[in-house]
C-alpha cells in the first residue's frame, strides 16, 4: 500500500520542470504515513510522479516507484494498492516473451499495460489506483479498482492536470482554488459522505470506482467505467451448492490475500464477517493468526465478549482494547487526514484499531462487504416488508395510520421506533423511501436548517440508484445500491483513512470481485432467507464458528457518541457548535437539536456529529487560505 502524486502539463509552463519537482515531493511527504519505508521521484518534460512506499511484497530496492518499463517503450507507474492475481498474470506475460526484473505486483501492471492497453484494468483482481505515463503518446491513464477499496483524487487547472492518493497532497499546489463547493456539502449534511466524483472542494474531484480516465494531449479528461456489477443474470445452483462454492470461493480469497513478505493479522468484532475472515486464516496458516479487536464500557456497543469466543476457538493471539471518550482528542488530527466532511463516527474505534494493530503487524484483513453481498443489514428485511406493504391495496393508507398512532410513544423504546420508522416509509416509493433511511438530514430538515436563500438546489443521488436497479427483488436493489454508494463512498473511505494514517494496509477477502460476481448470481431467497440475514455464509461456515455468535443480532461498529455528547464531551460539542461561525446554516436550528438532544428530549447524535465534522472541516480550510 502506497501513496502516489503526480502533475501533467501541455502548456508552456512545463519548462519550470524544477518547481513541479518540488511541489511533487510536497504533494508526496503530505502522505507520508501511506508509505513510510520509501519514497520515489521521476519527471520528463510533460510528466512528474511522485510516490510513498509501503513495502509488502518484494522489500528490495527493486520495488522502489516511480516504475520505468526500461525499453524503447518508456513507460512510466505509480501504483497504490495489490493485484492478488499477479502471479498467474505474470506467467502469461513471459509465456508470450515480456521479461521481469522485479518480483513486484507494480513491474506486472506496467507490462500488461504493454499488452493490453487500457484493458489491462479488466484484468487485475485486487484493489488499486494507479497511473501511467506513456512517454511517446503523451498519454496518461489514471485508474481505480472495481469496488472502490483505493483512492484517487485530481483536479483539472489551468491546463495541468494533477493526481494524487489523498486531498492533503493535492492541495500542495498553492495555486488550486481553495473554494468550497456548497452543493457537495449539501449532499454531505444528507449522507454524511460526498458521493464520487465531488469533493468538499470545487476544484477537486474523486475518479469514481470502476472508472479509468485518460488525457492526452489536446484533448478533454475522457472518463469511463470499465466494469458493471451483473445482477439479472441467475444462477440455478441448489442451496447445497451454492454453499459448496461459497466455501471455495471465500477460502480462496482468503488464501491470496494472506500473501506477504511482511507479518499479516485480522480484524475481529465477533461477527459473522470478520470471524469467517478469522476462521479461514487459522485454518490456512501454520501459526496463531494475530487478531485485533476494539470495544466500549457501554454494553450496548460493546462486541468484546463475541471476538474473544472466536479467538478462543481457532486459537489467536488476540489483543483488545476498550475506548474512552477521550479519545475525541485525535480530532483535530483526524480531520486533517479526512481532507474533505465525512461524518461516520464509526471512524473513531477504526482510527484506534489500525493503530494498535500497526504496533505488530503491516496486513490486516477485514470482514467489509460481507454486509453488501450477502444481505447481512436488517434494513433489506425492511425494504422487502415496506414494499409488500406499499404494494398492497390499502396498504400505504393503513401504514400511515399506524404510523400516526405510534407517534409520540417511541421514545426509549428502540423496537418501536424502528417499527415506527418503517410504517412512516411504507407509504412512500422506493426512490423515496430507501434515501431516508440512509440520511442524516432529510429534505425537510434541511428546508429548516438552512439560512433563507442559501439551500443549495437538493441532489436526489440515492434516488437515481434505486431507481436504475427497479425491478429486482426490493432487497437486492438496496444491497445493489449500497454496493455503489455507502460502501465505496463511507465504509471503504473510513477503513482507507484510518488504517493508511498508520501505514497499515487493509485487505477485504469478501471484495474480492469474483466473489461479489458470484454472491450477485445468487437469487436472493438464497443469501436471505426468510427473517434469517446472511443466510448462506451461516450455512457455509456455521460448523466454523461459535453457536452464540451465529444466532446473535447485528450489532454494527457504533459509538455511544450520543451519551458522550451529554457527558464528557458537552463542553466540546457546545464550543464548536455555539461558539463558531455557523455561515450559511440557522443558528436557532442548530441550537435546538443540540439542546433537545443535551436534555434527553431527542437523539441528535449523528446530526450533531455531521455538523461538528463539517464545522472543524470548514475551519481547517479556512486556515489554509
Not at 504533494?27 to 501511506?34: E, G, K, L, S
Request: proline share 6%; glycine share 8%; hydrophobic share 40%.
Amino acid at each position: 500500500m502506497c501513496g502516489i502524486a503526480g502533475v501533467v502539463s501541455f502548456t508552456d509552463q512545463i519548462n519550470d520542470e524544477g518547481s513541479r519537482l518540488v511541489m511533487v515531493r510536497q504533494m508526496t511527504n503530505a502522505q507520508y504515513h501511506r508509505g513510510p519505508d520509501d519514497e520515489g521521484l521521476w519527471q520528463d518534460p510533460y510528466c512528474t510522479l511522485g510516490h510513498r512506499r509501503l513495502s509488502i511484497i518484494d522489500l528490495t530496492p527493486s520495488g522502489r516507484q516511480p516504475m520505468s518499463s526500461a525499453d524503447e517503450d518508456d513507460l512510466h507507474i505509480v501504483f497504490n494498492g495489490e493485484i492478488y492475481n499477479f502471479q498467474e498474470l505474470r506467467r502469461g506475460l513471459e509465456a508470450e516473451g515480456y521479461r521481469f526484473r522485479t518480483r513486484t505486483d507494480t513491474e506486472v501492471v506496467l507490462r500488461a499495460y504493454q499488452k493490453w492497453g487500457d484493458a489491462c484494468t479488466d484484468r487485475l483482481r485486487g484493489m488499486f489506483a494507479l497511473a501511467i505515463w506513456d512517454a511517446p503518446r503523451r498519454r496518461l491513464l489514471l485508474a481505480r479498482d472495481r469496488l472502490g477499496k483505493k483512492p484517487l483524487y485530481y483536479a483539472e487547472h489551468n491546463g495541468t492536470l494533477s493526481f494524487a492518493s489523498e486531498i492533503q497532497g493535492l492541495l500542495k499546489n498553492p495555486a488550486l482554488p481553495r473554494e468550497i463547493d456548497y452543493a457537495a456539502i449539501d449532499q454531505y449534511l444528507s449522507y454524511g459522505y460526498i458521493p464520487s466524483p465531488k469533493s468538499g472542494l470545487a476544484a477537486i474531484r474523486k475518479l469514481p470506482p470502476a472508472h479509468r480516465a485518460v488525457w492526452e494531449a489536446g484533448r478533454p479528461l475522457l472518463i469511463e467505467r470499465y466494469w458493471t456489477l451483473p445482477l439479472h443474470s441467475k444462477s440455478a445452483l441448489s442451496e447445497e451448492e451454492a454453499a459448496e462454492r461459497l466455501q471455495w470461493e471465500m477460502a480462496e480469497a482468503v488464501r491470496i490475500r494472506m500473501v506477504s513478505d511482511v507479518p499479516v493479522g485480522a480484524f475481529l468484532s465477533g461477527g459473522i464477517d470478520s470471524s469467517i475472515v478469522v476462521a479461514l486464516m487459522a485454518s490456512q496458516a501454520g501459526r496463531p493468526v494475530k487478531t485485533f479487536s476494539i470495544g466500549f464500557h457501554d454494553a450496548k456497543f460493546n462486541e468484546l465478549d463475541h471476538a474473544r469466543r472466536v479467538a478462543e476457538r481457532w486459537q489467536t493471539d488476540h489483543l483488545e482494547m476498550i475506548i474512552e471518550p477521550d479519545a475525541l482528542q485525535i480530532l483535530p488530527q483526524l480531520i486533517g487526514h479526512l481532507g474533505e466532511p465525512f461524518a461516520d463516527v464509526s471512524i473513531i474505534p477504526t482510527w484506534y484499531l489500525a493503530r494498535m494493530t500497526r504496533a505488530h503487524v503491516t496486513v490486516a484483513l477485514t470482514g467489509d462487504g460481507g454486509d453488501e453481498s450477502f444481505a447481512g443489514y436488517e434494513r433489506y428485511l425492511a425494504n422487502q416488508y415496506a414494499e409488500l406493504l406499499h404494494q398492497t391495496p390499502g396498504g400505504r393508507r393503513l401504514s400511515t395510520l399506524l404510523a400516526r398512532c405510534l407517534a409520540g410513544f417511541t421514545d426509549g423504546y428502540p423496537a418501536l421506533a424502528q417499527l415506527h420508522r418503517l410504517l412512516q416509509q411504507s407509504a412512500r416509493p422506493m426512490t423515496d423511501r430507501y434515501p431516508r433511511w440512509m440520511t442524516y438530514f432529510t429534505l425537510e430538515q434541511k428546508r429548516e436548517l438552512y439560512r433563507e436563500g442559501a439551500m443549495p438546489q437538493p441532489d436526489d443521488y440515492l434516488g437515481r440508484l434505486v431507481a436504475a436497479h427497479q425491478g429486482l427483488d426490493p432487497a437486492e436493489t438496496a444491497m445493489a445500491v449500497d454496493l455503489l454508494s455507502y460502501l465505496p463512498e463511507d465504509l471503504l473511505v473510513k477503513v482507507d483513512i484510518a488504517t493508511m494514517a498508520h501505514g497499515l494496509e487493509a485487505r477485504s477477502p469478501f471484495l474480492d470481485h469474483q466473489l461479489v460476481e458470484f454472491a450477485a448470481s445468487l437469487p436472493i431467497n438464497i443469501r436471505m432467507k426468510g427473517r434469517t440475514p446472511k443466510y448462506l455464509l451461516k450455512k457455509a461456515f456455521g460448523h466454523l464458528l461459535p453457536r452464540e455468535n451465529l444466532s446473535r443480532s447485528k450489532m454494527g461498529f457504533g459509538v455511544p457518541v450520543g451519551e458522550w455528547f451529554r457527558g464528557p464531551l458537552k463542553q466540546l460539542i457546545e464550543g464548536i457548535l455555539l461558539d463558531t461561525p455557523l455561515r450559511v446554516f440557522n443558528r436557532v436550528t442548530v441550537e435546538r437539536y443540540l439542546k433537545d438532544h443535551l436534555r434527553g428530549y431527542r437523539d441528535h447524535a449523528f446530526q450533531l456529529w455531521n455538523l461538528l465534522i463539517l464545522e472543524q472541516w470548514l475551519k481547517s480550510i479556512q486556515e489554509q487560505k
